[in-house]
C-alpha cells in the first residue's frame, strides 16, 4: 500500500461546478500537508498549505482529518484555468528525506 | 521570487553514458532535493541535501549518485545511464521550516531520454 493515495482521475467537470477530490495517507506521524498543483509539462507549485483547522484561500479550501488520515481539497465555481494535477505532499517535520508526493489526481474542466 | 533552473529541458544519452544534472537555487536554501517523475508513480526522491556536502538518501538512490559542493548548487549524476534511468527529472530547494514543514520550489525539470 501507498503511504500517499490518491484518485488518479481524471475527473472532468463543467465550468462553475464545485469540485472536491480527497488523498489518504498511511503514517499516523505525518505533521505537515500540503496541496501542488502541477500543470501539464510543467514544474509543481505550492497551492496552499493544509492546516489542522482547514483553510480556504479564494475558490480552494483544503481540510485535514487527522482521524480518518485524509486531507481534502475543495474547488468552488471552477475555472478553465483550475484543469491541472494536483498533488497531495505530507511529510513529517522532523525528516525532511520523508516529504512523500501523491502521484496526483487529474482535473480537466470543461467549457 | 524563489528560483531554482535546472541545467537542460530535454536529454537524450545512450546506455552506459555517465550523465550530469545540474541544479542552481538562487535563494539560499539549506535544502536541495532530485526527485524523479514517472507517470502512475508520481514523484520519488533520490536524494536530498540539507547543508554543502551533505547528503542522505531518498528512496530510490540506486544507480545515482549526488554532489554538493556550494551551497546553491546540486548535482544529480548516473554514473552508468540505463534505459530505466528514463523520466523526468526535478530539482527542489527549500528552507528548513518553522514548525510548520518545508514549502519546495521545483525547477522546470529535466526530460531524459535514455537510448
Known amino acids: 500500500r501507498k503511504e500517499v493515495e490518491q484518485d488518479p482521475g481524471p475527473f472532468n467537470v463543467p465550468e462553475g461546478a464545485t469540485v472536491a477530490f480527497n488523498c489518504t495517507y498511511s503514517?499516523?506521524?505525518?505533521?505537515?500537508f500540503f496541496w501542488y498543483r502541477q500543470d501539464c509539462r510543467k514544474e509543481p507549485k505550492l497551492l496552499m498549505s493544509?492546516?489542522?483547522s482547514g483553510n480556504e484561500d479564494g475558490r480552494f479550501t483544503a481540510q485535514l482529518n487527522r482521524a480518518s488520515q485524509y486531507i481534502s481539497l475543495l474547488i468552488r465555481d471552477s475555472k478553465l484555468s483550475d484543469s491541472a494535477t494536483y498533488l497531495c505532499v505530507v511529510n513529517r517535520v522532523s525528516s525532511a528525506s520523508k516529504i512523500i508526493f501523491g502521484s496526483g489526481t487529474r482535473l480537466s474542466i470543461r467549457p | 521570487d524563489v528560483k531554482v533552473t535546472q541545467s537542460s529541458r530535454y536529454l537524450v544519452k545512450r546506455t552506459g553514458e555517465k550523465v550530469f544534472l545540474e541544479c542552481v537555487q538562487d535563494m539560499d536554501h539549506e535544502n536541495m532535493f532530485w526527485y524523479r517523475q514517472d507517470p502512475g508513480l508520481g514523484l520519488r526522491l533520490i536524494y536530498f541535501?540539507?547543508?554543502?556536502?551533505?547528503?542522505e538518501k531518498g528512496d530510490i538512490p540506486e544507480g545515482y549518485s549526488v554532489s554538493r559542493e556550494k551551497k546553491e548548487r546540486f548535482s544529480l549524476i548516473l554514473e552508468s545511464a540505463s534505459t530505466n534511468q528514463t523520466s523526468m527529472y526535478l530539482c527542489?530547494?527549500?528552507?528548513?521550516?518553522?514548525?510548520?514543514?518545508?514549502?519546495?520550489?521545483f525547477g522546470p525539470g529535466t526530460r531524459l531520454l535514455v537510448l
Open positions: 541535501s540539507y547543508d554543502v556536502k551533505m547528503k
Open positions: 503514517n499516523s506521524a505525518s505533521q505537515s
Open positions: 493544509v492546516y489542522s
Open positions: 527542489a530547494s527549500s528552507r528548513p521550516g518553522q514548525g510548520i514543514g518545508e514549502t519546495q520550489y
